[in-house]
């Protein structure tokens, strides 16, 4: 997005023809109403970004089909000269030919047209240059088929689109469309505006369309265009005055067939514009984020080094994208109906008023006729920012220049520091909305995804704290890892073929999220399809299903998907990913009785199985369970941790619902996963983080998990350990890791197994053996940990863990494992708070143990893979026991 600088935001505001409301489409479904259409096609136009073009920056739907689009805006226009009565010297004709072409041009090469041309539509910044407005009027409205009015002003277009005549959706009278118009129809309304800007007043104003029809049709039969123009309105001296390359221009702008008439871009190379045309340089669209030009590869520093260092009143919000300001704008109280309605552009009238015409059979009629509210209204408010610039007094220049390196603590504080110091710790939806408190994260999250990868590390560690909604798109793909040229990979796709797949993904793609505006576009649709398709297709040995629906957009939706899907889903789209798909349901299973054995229990008596209502929970990462408002929450925090954070998102959703799923039985449980009730997204993010930190990272192992990139590929952030960084990611093979079960094993287990590395971390033993106080994780990254060994006495005295204790198997169950006698209340009834591993030299006996430990509700209990077996190779165990 551009900077605002010396630019204004404009509001303007038009409706869609409306649908019938008893007319349904091929599929049985109503219509998509024609502004969400628009709302779709809009999207594209606010990635359109050339210094001769308005800049456009949202589109918001109201009722009735009121569509309210914001842009750049500035109050100087063409139609000021116009206004004085005086003709253009001949310099500022070129000039503002060349521009205004150079504009058109580069709307052709993103297959659009302006059709709207006229002098209140070209407008001019500051220095004088050339801004093309409402450029995208025509596209958004699938060239006029989805608005009641006609695009363009009939004085500036060509001949061959005053002769189709209008078109409207609503008219059932039409059946197809006229052709859409071409290049060359911009470069004749171009020459009308060039020509009245020689005459210095405007022509054909006051000539209704049938005479104006019969002059352009008379017009066709002359040779020379710009003569008959001048006779006609008394100005043909003003016109032989003109320097040739001027008469030239316009000769070629007003040729009457099309098929003679020059495109905007052979235009642009022609000789009129060679004494001007070496003042511009050609225009280089700055690099985005992910691709692989350099992105600073144009900058260029100034040849007075000063002008850096100019002083323009403080006016730091002025380079600001523009986007950026008008969301701020929006947080400080910004209303765009209200700004309209103060300027007496959207009136409301009482219904009596708005009742339709109807007709008897005798031909008379009743009620109101066409409401002249719902033609187009050409107007455009200025966006007031006072009340933005009023709510930001306080904050200080170097909140939107911060430093990015560590010497920033050491900075002076701004006034308002306390205030946003203490915003932080508030509930995440409050912090979306204060003002001041996005502008300090969006400045910051601009300045780290610039740098980016370089700042890989701090952009993790910010989005530790929250992630500006402005930003998110950027920062998922940030953090998902996505580097590189991704337009060219998602380009070179064949998204056009057809597959078997098609058909399946056009049924799923409408029931999707519907109820978002975007997403329910004819737009979005598409964009969506191909998304899917370009995945199906660039992995072959993968399958399509139908709950695969990420909400993500473009080729950076593509790169996002490709990332995400192997690092969360790895391997669940096979073609028979049932053993993918069980194995990650039982070690679900494991982690609720590890955090809930009571729930647990419940759940397994009652026969409610993972199977039964967390299948779409996973294959859809929670975007079947959740709008998306609180899924953009929940990814926030999902994309931070690794393969495993999910199974604790799950587990934190039961502990929501947990009251209610104790006091029911198996119907009842399956009526309530059917209608899920309410989920504080918020507290399911907090606890979920706290269930992640006292789950050890092996418990969660499993075979069909992505493997481990190598260390120099995972994020880490040197001496700040968390559950986010690589220290808590996936585990990297060792002799001491867990060892793969068989799917029937490890459904025989109810609890996890951790490994004998995870134990020796959590324990910190190193060196020679001792025991050292453990430290909840939730402070230093380890959880307290007790570990229980179930060995003989005399087993146990010849070495074993430092600070374990010691239950022998065999005074706690019989020989055919039935109980003996219950160690929680004799032994372990102090010990509820730790993590607690079992251990034996005999696995059965472990998992066993640690079975009935979940049978009579005890928490956090895992049995370690491999038992002494394993232990003993390690070197760290103690001889004499310590007495507990």
């Not at 009121?66 to 000039?95: N, T």
């Not at 910044?125 to 002003?153: E, N």
């Amino acid at each position: 997005m551009q900077p605002l600088r010396d630019a204004e935001l404009g509001a303007s505001t038009f409706f869609a023809s409306p649908l019938p409301h008893d007319v349904c489409g091929s599929n049985g479904l109503p219509l998509t109403p024609n502004s969400i259409k628009i709302l779709g096609r809009f999207q594209i136009l606010k990635t359109i970004t050339h210094p001769r073009l308005c800049q456009y920056v949202d589109i918001t739907r109201g009722k009735h089909e009121r569509l309210v689009i914001v842009a750049e805006h500035y109050e100087k226009s063409l139609k000021d000269f116009l206004k004085q009565g005086k003709a253009v010297s001949p310099e500022k004709v070129l000039q503002v030919a060349y521009e205004v072409l150079e504009g058109l041009e580069f709307m052709n090469k993103h297959g659009m047209v302006h059709r709207a041309l006229s002098p209140n539509n070209v407008l001019l910044d500051c220095v004088g240059k050339v801004k093309l407005a409402k450029f995208g009027l025509y596209h958004m409205t699938d060239h006029g088929a989805d608005v009641d009015f006609p695009i363009g002003y009939p004085s500036y277009l060509p001949p061959e689109v005053i002769a189709q005549g209008c078109f409207y959706s609503s008219n059932p009278s039409i059946i197809e469309a006229p052709l859409p118009s071409g290049p060359k129809t911009d470069v004749w309304s171009l020459g009308v505006l060039l020509f009245e800007l020689c005459v210095g007043r405007q022509i054909l104003q006051n000539i209704d369309i049938s005479e104006r029809m019969k002059f352009i049709i008379t017009l066709g039969c002359m040779d020379d265009i710009i003569t008959v123009l001048a006779e006609e309105h008394g100005c043909l001296d003003t016109i032989k005055e003109l320097p040739e390359n001027v008469q030239a221009l316009l000769r070629k702008c007003l040729t009457f067939l099309p098929s003679k008439r020059p495109t905007p871009a052979e235009l642009l190379g022609d000789s009129v514009f060679e004494s001007i045309s070496c003042q511009y340089t050609p225009y280089q669209s700055p690099v985005r984020l992910f691709a692989a030009a350099p992105r600073c590869a144009h900058l260029q520093l100034p040849e007075d080094i000063s002008e850096l260092c100019k002083d323009d009143g403080e006016n730091y919000l002025a380079e600001r994208a523009i986007d950026e300001v008008y969301h701020l704008w929006c947080l400080a109280g910004g209303d765009l109906e209200k700004e309209l309605t103060n300027q007496e552009i959207i009136q409301s009238k009482p219904p009596i008023c708005t009742l339709p015409r109807f007709i008897l059979e005798d031909g008379e009629s009743f009620g109101q006729g066409r409401d002249r509210s719902f033609l187009l209204d050409d107007t455009t408010v200025t966006l007031s920012l006072n009340q933005l610039k009023n709510r930001l007094k306080d904050v200080t220049g170097e909140t939107y220049y911060p430093l990015l390196e560590d010497e920033q603590s050491s900075l002076p504080q701004s006034n308002s520091s306390n205030e946003l110091s203490a915003t932080v710790t508030l509930p995440l939806i409050i912090r979306e909305r204060d003002t001041e408190y996005q502008l300090t994260r969006i400045v910051l999250f601009d300045r780290l995804l610039k740098a980016y990868p370089y700042k890989k590390n701090q952009v993790w560690k910010e989005a530790r704290v929250d992630i500006p909604p402005l930003l998110r798109g950027l920062a998922w793909a940030a953090l998902l890892g996505v580097e590189g040229d991704i337009r060219s990979k998602y380009d070179g796709i064949d998204k056009d073929t057809p597959i078997p797949t098609d058909r399946q993904i056009e049924v799923d793609i409408p029931r999707c999220h519907q109820y978002d505006e975007l997403l329910s576009s004819p737009q979005g649709h598409i964009k969506f399809r191909r998304v899917l398709k370009a995945w199906v297709v660039s992995h072959p040995d993968l399958v399509y299903w139908q709950v695969l629906l990420l909400f993500f957009l473009s080729a950076l939706a593509y790169a996002c998907m490709s990332a995400f899907i192997p690092k969360y889903l790895y391997n669940f789209f096979l073609k028979d990913n049932s053993h993918v798909i069980q194995e990650y349901l039982t070690v679900f299973s494991q982690m609720i009785a590890f955090h809930d054995p009571e729930l647990s229990n419940h759940l397994n008596e009652i026969g409610f199985i993972p199977d039964l209502y967390a299948i779409p929970w996973f294959l859809t990462m929670f975007t079947h369970v959740f709008p998306l408002h609180k899924i953009f929450h929940l990814w926030d925090t999902l994309l931070l941790g690794n393969s495993s954070f999910p199974f604790c998102i799950g587990v934190a959703i039961l502990q929501q619902l947990r009251d209610r799923l104790l006091a029911n039985g198996f119907n009842e449980c399956i009526l309530l996963f059917s209608d899920l009730p309410e989920i504080d997204i918020e507290r399911c993010v907090r606890e979920s983080i706290n269930l992640f930190c006292w789950t050890p990272k092996s418990a969660t192992y499993r075979q069909h998990a992505q493997p481990n990139k190598p260390a120099s590929d995972s994020n880490s952030f040197g001496k700040t350990p968390s559950y986010y960084s690589s220290e808590y990611q996936d585990l990297t093979k060792t002799d001491l890791s867990r060892e793969p079960l068989k799917l029937s094993e490890l459904k025989a287990e109810v609890s996890p197994r951790i490994s004998v590395e995870d134990l020796i971390d959590l324990c910190e033993l190193s060196g020679p053996a001792y025991f050292k106080t453990p430290v909840k994780r939730a402070r230093t990254g380890k959880p307290k940990i007790l570990a229980v060994d179930t060995r003989s006495l005399e087993d146990f005295s010849r070495g074993h863990i430092p600070g374990s204790i010691n239950i022998p198997y065999n005074s706690t169950f019989g020989p055919e494992g039935e109980l003996v006698q219950c160690p929680v209340t004799s032994t372990l009834a102090g010990y509820r708070f730790r993590v607690i591993v079992i251990l034996s030299s005999i696995m059965k006996n472990a998992t066993t143990f640690a079975a009935h430990l979940v049978k009579v509700n005890f928490p956090r209990v895992c049995v370690l893979d491999g038992g002494m077996n394993k232990m003993k190779s390690t070197g760290l165990l103690t001889v004499p026991s310590p007495q507990i």
